[in-house]
């Protein structure tokens, strides 16, 4: 999935549970640029609805895509401004 986007960074959050992979992954999208995408790797199922819920209720940022395999939850978030 990473090769049909310009991955900005990475930010590995497994092993991690709520909230800090939504804390993490705001602290990391807060340094990117506009137009940027972060990849977020998680294995907190709950991740899947946590930054999806985040980046819905977030300005400046939007959640692009969430995959779910090999149990990691990849999320691709992208800062908009």
Do not use: F, N
Not at 5 to 23: F, H, N, Q, R
Not at 36 to 45: G, N, P, Q, R, Y
């Amino acid at each position: 999935m990473s090769a049909e986007y310009d991955i900005a960074e990475t930010l590995d959050v497994k092993g991690a549970s709520c909230p800090m992979p939504v804390v993490k992954t705001k602290g990391a999208v807060d340094d990117l640029a506009a137009g940027e995408i972060l990849e977020v790797l998680a294995t907190d199922s709950g991740s899947m609805s946590d930054i999806d819920g985040w980046a819905a209720g977030t300005a400046g940022v939007e959640l692009v895509e969430q995959e779910e395999g090999d149990d990691v939850y990849r999320h691709y978030v992208r800062k908009t401004e």
